[in-house]
């Protein structure tokens, strides 16, 4: 059992990144770490956590249970679209296939939420009424359910400031960053996968809000998901118990994913330009604790690691095994 205390214990040894020469130039992203092989990616999910673009501190745990996570909604999305996944050889070591990866992000919303620029909830606030190319109807109220779920496609910001934004269906085919009939298989298979996180999410006690996915083409053309899936860092994540009395009485959501830490730092008056506030350690026990409760919760097995060895370690003699 990870507890408060052991999470504490653990915030000095959360994983900051993972070099290891002997496999080539190290890449990273926002949030993982990778290596390239030729035919395959080591991808590495770090204790790294990111808001308003921006790296922001460490979470311990964090990574493990991302990768865990995905690892999870891979399996259980496979006959549904073919994913990167080869395996997992560590707690937070993914290997992965490489893809060539499509210049767009597939944001699926089931809700109108949000406060960041590309969110639904702050444009429709703002007084948009068609947002990414969908007409809204008046009326709507902040984390209301929508009719159906809806697609609202990004552009792909990518490195440590990667930034998205928001595009439409019609543009993404006109400025032809996706062939028109493949963009129709992935607008199906989003839905498909969509539909299938929010029925296992409602099963383990949460709502699936909203979620994000990312396609690539393998080496032979084929439409596969890469990245991450359904986790607390792509998705919105809500208590089912909680929402229908918060959203009467218009209190906010409980949140079991990044919007909780967003909050925190906007409370700080912190929106992503300057210096960051330092997160308190009370405040990481709590993320730490809600990535692992969320973890648990989903699919439905303790959260188990090895602390007998500082995680770094442990990743390195992982990779040294890979050569
Ligand atoms: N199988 C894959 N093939 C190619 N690129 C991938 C694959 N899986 C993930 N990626 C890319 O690797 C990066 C993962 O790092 P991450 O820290 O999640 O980045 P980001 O800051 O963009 O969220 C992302 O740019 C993602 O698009
Ligand atoms: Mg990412």
């Given amino acids: 059992m990870i507890d408060q205390k052991t999470i504490t214990k653990n915030i000095s040894s959360a994983i900051d990144k993972i070099n290891y020469s002997k ?28 808001a308003f673009d921006r790296v922001l501190g460490l979470i311990p745990f964090r990574g493990a249970v991302l990768n865990k996570l995905s690892q999870f909604w891979f ?34 919303r089931g809700y109108i939420t949000g406060v960041t620029s590309t969110s639904l909830w702050r444009k ?7 947002i990414y190319g969908i007409k809204f ?14 697609i609202t496609p990004t552009t792909r910001g990518t490195g440590p400031s990667g930034h998205d934004e928001p595009i439409t269906a ?14 129709k298989q992935i607008e199906k298979v989003a839905y498909k996968l ?27 053309g084929r439409l596969t998901l890469i990245d991450e899936i359904h986790t607390p860092d792509s998705s919105r994540l809500w208590v089912k118990k909680t929402y229908p009395a918060r959203f009467k009485t218009g209190e906010e959501v409980e949140n079991y994913d990044k919007e909780f830490m967003r909050l925190w730092f906007a409370q700080q008056g912190y929106m992503g330009s300057g210096k960051p506030p330092q997160m308190p350690s ?6 730490a604790q809600r990535y692992i409760d969320a973890c648990e ?14 995680p770094k370690q442990r990743i390195l003699e992982s990779l040294s095994k890979l050569i």
């Fill in 23 to 50: 496999l080539g130039k190290r890449y990273s992203g926002k949030v993982r770490d990778w290596y390239k092989q030729e035919h395959f990616r080591i991808l590495i999910a770090t204790d790294r956590i990111s």
């Fill in 75 to 108: 399996e259980k999305t496979r006959d549904i679209v073919p994913n990167h996944m080869i395996g997992v050889i560590d707690p937070n070591i993914m290997l992965v296939t490489e893809c060539q990866a499509l210049p767009v992000e597939v944001v699926v």
């Fill in 124 to 130: 429709y606030s703002e007084g948009e009424r068609v």
């Fill in 137 to 150: 109807p008046e009326g709507l109220v902040k984390n209301q359910k929508l009719k159906n779920p809806l």
């Fill in 170 to 183: 019609a543009e993404i085919i006109k400025k032809k960053l996706v062939p028109s009939s493949l963009w």
């Fill in 194 to 220: 969509f539909e299938r996180g929010s029925q296992i999410c409602q099963k383990a006690g949460f709502i699936l809000a909203d979620t994000k996915y990312e396609f690539g083409l393998d080496k032979k």
């Fill in 282 to 287: 009370d405040l990481i026990v709590k993320i």
């Fill in 297 to 310: 919760n989903i699919t439905g097995e303790k959260f188990v690691i090895d602390l007998t060895i500082p």
